[in-house]
T-cell receptor, first 114, second 112 residues
């Protein structure tokens, strides 16, 4: 089965610790994205990547970092510099061919920092 | 930057028709997408409009007017399982890249 996996589903961390969220896809998609969702809010773009070893800041990149060493993988690190890290994090991927650029989402990681 | 506006909540009766509007302000516009998200779940793609007009997929239809920077999602024959949040999203050119910006979502409640 092709799809996107994110792990873990729930993550708890103490304030001041960096934490890395995993995102893997086997859809052979070129583009990958990280979004943050807060209760009752839309999806806000953190980082995106359209090719290996290249990525772009989204609308709320401060306090986050990413890497894209492999086409299949796009891990997100939430650093201690992120002032309000508790949120639902969603990873997505899409092809860059075709028309719709439909994004396929993983199940998400719910991060709680106390 | 981009901005999108859509109603925060809509309530409709099972079996009825509901329209969720989306207006946007952006540059480098390519197209408008719609996604559905059930509570606690991941968003799933519903439709995409790059050109003016109506696209129909089963009970769902999506409309775009590029000149008015406006689109809507039409849900017909509403079912209880349609209770979810619906997001419009614009695909735009950003430098040499393309990115997608989502609206805040419309929470649809379908009542018996």
């Amino acid at each position: 089965d092709g799809g996107i996996t994110q792990s873990p589903k729930y993550l708890f961390r103490k304030e001041g610790q960096n934490v890395t969220l995993s995102c893997e896809q086997n859809l052979n998609h070129d583009a990958m994205y990280w979004y943050r969702q807060d209760p009752g809010q839309g999806l806000r773009l953190i980082y995106y990547s359209q090719i290996v070893n290249d990525f772009q800041k989204g609308d709320i990149a401060e306090g986050y970092s990413v890497s894209r060493e492999k086409k299949e993988s796009f891990p997100l690190t939430v650093t201690s510099a992120q002032k309000n890290p508790t949120a639902f994090y969603l990873c997505a991927s899409s092809t860059l061919a075709g028309v719709s650029y439909e994004q396929y989402f993983g199940p998400g990681t719910r991060l709680t920092v106390t | 930057g981009q901005s999108l506006e859509q109603p925060s909540e809509v309530t409709a009766v099972e079996g009825a028709i509901v329209q969720i509007n989306c207006t946007y302000q952006t540059s480098g516009f390519y197209g408008l997408s719609w996604y559905q998200q059930h509570d606690g779940g991941a968003p799933t793609f519903l439709s995409y409009n790059a050109l003016d007009g109506l696209e129909e997929t089963g009970r769902f239809s999506s409309f775009l007017s590029r000149s008015d920077s406006y689109g809507y999602l039409l849900l017909q024959e509403l079912q209880m399982k349609d209770s979810a949040s619906y997001f419009c999203a614009v695909r735009v050119r950003s430098g040499g890249y393309q990115k997608v910006t989502f609206g805040i979502g419309t929470k649809l409640q379908v009542i018996p």
